[in-house]
C-alpha cells in the first residue's frame, strides 16, 4: 500500500487525486475500523491508518475516512481549543482547500466559507495567491497550509492574505520544514529542473526550503506572528492515539486591529 500510495503522489496530478482519491479511501475506511487511532475531524477510530508520503511513506498518517493528516488532526483540535472557529460564522477564506476540512466547514459557516486554488476542481474560486480576488478586509480569517513553498513570491502571497483579512482578523499559514533547519530560507530562482528541487528543497515541487526566519516573513508581509508549540499540551498517549506531528508549531498570524 506505501508504494502505491507514493507512486500516486508522485505521478498522478494533484487535480485527479483531489477529485477522486477519496471514493477510494472511503471504501478502504469500511475494512479498517477498530479502536486504536481516533480521527478528531470525523470523531471515528480504526485499528490502523495509511501510510503517506512521496519518498519515504509515514506509517499511520492518513485516515481513510477523513482524509486527513497528521497536521490536519493537529489544527482541527487547535482550532477547537484555542478559537471561536466553531461557536460563531465566519467569513472564512480557505486557500487550496483540504478535502478533509471541506464539508465540515461548510456546514459550519456556509456562504461565508470561501474556497480558492488555481487548480483545484473542488475550490470555489479560482484564484491566484498573489492576487486574491476580493477586496481588502473582507474576511474573518483565512487558513493556507503548505502553499508557500510552491509559489513564485512568498512574501506577496502572504501580504495579499494580510490585505484581505479585516482588521483584528487572523490567519493560520502552514509550510514544511525539513529538519535541521536552515538560519534562513533557501531559494533560488534559476532552479528549475524538478530533481534539483527535489534535492534541494524537499519535493520537485517546491521553489524553496523554509528556515529559521519563516515567521520573519510572515512578519515582513504585516503579521503579527504567534509561534504556539500547542503539541506539546498533549500527553505522549494522546499524540499517538491522534497521530500528531510531534515537531508542528502553529503559526497564527494576527492583523493589528485599528
Excluded at 479511501?25 to 475500523?33: P, Y
Aim: glycine share 4%; charged share 25%; proline share 6%.
Amino acid at each position: 500500500m506505501k508504494y502505491f500510495i507514493s507512486f500516486a503522489l508522485r505521478y498522478i496530478p494533484r487535480p485527479v487525486l483531489q477529485k477522486f482519491s477519496h471514493i477510494v479511501l472511503k471504501i478502504m475506511a469500511v475494512f479498517l475500523k477498530g479502536s486504536r487511532y481516533t480521527c478528531p475531524v470525523e470523531n471515528k477510530s480504526y485499528r490502523k491508518f495509511l501510510p503517506y508520503g512521496r519518498l519515504q511513506p509515514r506509517k499511520n498518517a492518513l485516515c481513510p475516512g477523513s482524509l486527513s493528516l497528521e497536521r490536519h488532526r493537529l489544527l482541527w483540535l487547535y482550532l477547537q481549543s484555542k478559537t471561536d472557529f466553531f461557536k460563531k460564522k465566519y467569513h472564512f477564506l480557505h486557500v487550496a482547500p483540504e478535502l478533509c476540512f471541506m464539508e465540515k466547514f461548510e456546514a459550519l459557516h456556509g456562504e461565508g466559507y470561501i474556497t480558492g486554488d488555481i487548480e483545484s476542481p473542488l475550490a470555489k474560486v479560482k484564484m491566484d495567491i498573489h492576487q486574491i480576488p476580493f477586496e481588502d478586509n473582507h474576511f474573518d480569517a483565512a487558513m493556507c497550509n503548505h502553499v508557500m513553498e510552491h509559489v513564485a513570491d512568498d512574501i506577496l502571497a502572504m501580504s495579499e492574505i494580510y490585505r484581505v483579512i479585516k482588521p483584528g482578523g487572523w490567519a493560520i499559514i502552514q509550510v514544511p520544514f525539513f529538519y535541521p533547519l536552515p538560519e534562513s530560507t533557501q531559494e533560488d530562482k534559476s532552479v528549475t529542473d524538478p530533481k534539483m528541487r527535489e534535492k534541494l528543497y524537499g519535493q520537485d515541487d517546491h521553489v524553496r526550503l523554509y528556515g529559521l526566519d519563516y515567521p520573519k516573513r510572515l512578519a515582513q508581509a504585516g503579521f503579527e506572528v504567534v509561534e504556539d508549540d500547542y503539541i506539546h499540551s498533549f500527553s505522549a498517549e494522546d499524540i499517538e492515539k491522534y497521530r500528531l506531528p510531534k515537531n508542528e508549531i502553529i503559526y497564527f498570524c494576527k492583523k493589528k486591529a485599528n
